[in-house]
């Protein structure tokens, strides 16, 4: 019963005031614009009446443009970013991959590919090794680059997995700088055990990628994260939470007081891992990505999460790869790049499945697909709200028409989509991008180079508190001295 687990302390509070204009304000105030003869030629206006007015998607997870398992995301700056504002999302936090493990190269590459942005975009860097330069370099990514994130891998042994050792030093690292730790949270040395047992079975498809990481993989490694977190005192953030093992051990955690976000992806919410059984590899393989999609029961508990706190936020780990792509594992499912798509479908399916059905509240939703990711990456209020003074990127849901989601229609490069022939109630009718409308009437109106990259500050609200709590901590351990006689024998 995940009800018995504190609320999350950022609800709706801003929100309300802020975010979510009920559309009859909107249009009293356009007709009081009107009247008063202030809005000129040249002003467009919008008609609202019945629907929703809200602050654009912020995506909090992708991958664009990344090159992966061999191959590269068919999804770059652009097409990714077309697909997101088609679906109502007006920003992304994408993983900038160092080179050669080197944060600088990594960096600036990723300066490079995000030049045909067509909408807001910022970076979180990943760390995939660590030495003396790594660490000066998460110095400079923070204080000149605009980084506030760094994401430890704690799965893929032998590329991007690091271990206890160093994620103990990253952990410390953000803490010194302000900057918040991420985890992709498997135990890659139990998934490696995993991989070698199918193997040995003779279970080469794509049901063998689930069956080699099962969710407690997931849920130690969340756990083990989440205590070497508490022990460097420092907040941490676990991304796609895909399990109810991982889940319940970031539930644990906040209700002790730890600050941890959990952030499951639309994926983990709305798939299950039937699909991986089909006899049709390709049918099957679109849906490999890790952590895996789980069985039946676990996107449900997901929800529950979500709709009482105990999960923050909803990303996508947008990261696409088409059906060639996938064929690179067609004998071997330890080949199949990983990666499903979200980035267009994002908004949508959280609407369909938590709104509609009634879980989550309008406010809730706008703080779980946009708000909360400004306040926890430190760009609110200039992003996640409707204000003066914030950007304006502002999107029209109506909740009484459809949407249906199709390979043949979307905008995503791939020639798969992993929700294919989903229906649902609620659709973004219209998107607004840094004041432009991007989005209308089914029309795409996405302008390479408009996208403007966000510098993210360190220190979020996250923070706020752990010095003291360092200094109670040390003064324990100092006081009471502890007087000891010592005995001689004569
Ligand atoms: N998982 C994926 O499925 N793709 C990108 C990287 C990751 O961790
Ligand atoms: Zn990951
Ligand atoms: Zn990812
Ligand atoms: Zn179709």
């Known amino acids: 019963d995940f009800r018995r687990y504190p609320e999350s302390n950022f609800c709706s509070t801003p929100i309300k005031i802020g975010s979510l204009f009920p559309i009859v304000v909107l249009l009293s105030l356009l007709s009081t614009l009107s009247e008063s003869n202030q809005v000129g030629d040249g002003v467009t206006i919008i008609d609202a009446t019945g629907k929703y007015v809200m602050p ?50 990594g960096f600036e590459a ?16 990943a760390i995939t090794k660590w030495d003396e330069a790594v660490s000066k370099d998460m110095e400079v990514m923070v204080k000149d680059k605009g980084i506030n994130s760094f994401k430890f ?60 990481r099962p969710p407690q993989l997931e849920g130690e490694a969340t756990g083990r994260a989440i205590r070497l977190a508490g022990f460097v005192n420092t907040p941490l953030y676990v991304v796609h939470v895909m399990s109810i093992d991982a889940m319940e051990e970031v539930a644990k955690a906040r209700k002790s007081g730890q600050k941890v976000i959990g952030e499951p992806v639309v994926s983990g919410l709305v798939l299950d891992d039937t699909v991986l059984w089909d006899s049709d590899f390709q049918t099957a393989a679109k849906f490999v990505m890790s952590p895996p999609i789980r069985a039946p029961g676990h996107g449900k508990a997901l929800q529950a999460a979500l709709s009482n706190g105990v999960l923050q936020l909803v990303g996508t780990d947008h990261c696409t790869f088409n059906s060639t792509q996938k064929s690179l594992g067609i004998d071997d499912f330890r080949k199949i790049p990983n990666g499903v798509n979200g980035l267009e479908e994002r908004m949508h399916l959280v609407w ?139």
């Open 56 to 105: 654009g998607g912020i995506d909090p997870h992708t991958h664009l443009a990344m090159e992966f398992m061999g191959t590269e995301t068919i999804d770059d700056f652009f097409s990714g970013q077309a697909a997101a504002l088609a679906g109502g999302t007006t920003m992304h936090i994408d993983f900038v991959i160092p080179v050669n493990g080197n944060l600088t190269a």
């Open 153 to 212: 891998f704690m799965a893929y042994k032998g590329s991007l997995m690091i271990n206890d050792d160093l994620l103990l030093e990253g952990f410390k690292k953000c803490k010194s700088l302000g900057a918040l730790a991420m985890v992709h949270a498997e135990n890659g040395d139990a998934v490696f055990e995993g991989q070698k047992r199918m193997i040995e079975l003779g279970i080469m498809g794509p049901e063998g990628h689930a069956l080699s």
């Open 110 to 125: 990723y300066v490079e590919k995000a030049k045909i942005s067509a909408m807001d975009y910022g970076f979180h860097m």
């Open 352 to 490: 369909d499945t938590m709104v509609v059905s009634g879980q989550i509240s309008v406010t809730d939703f706008v703080r779980m697909t946009s708000t909360e990711c400004a306040r926890i990456f430190n760009i609110y209020p200039r992003k996640g709200a409707i204000l003066v003074g914030s950007d304006a990127d502002i999107i029209i849901l109506n909740p009484n028409s459809s949407f249906e989601i199709c390979s043949k229609s979307h905008h995503s490069r791939s020639d798969t989509n992993v929700y294919e022939g989903r229906k649902g109630k609620g659709k973004v009718e219209v998107t607004i991008a840094g004041g432009r409308v991007v989005w209308e009437n089914d029309e795409l109106k996405a302008v390479p180079g408009r996208g403007k990259y966000v510098k993210m500050r360190p220190f979020n609200y996250l923070f706020d508190g752990i010095e003291k709590a360092d200094a109670e901590y040390l003064s324990s351990l100092r006081a009471p001295v502890i007087r000891r006689t010592m005995h001689v024998a004569a």
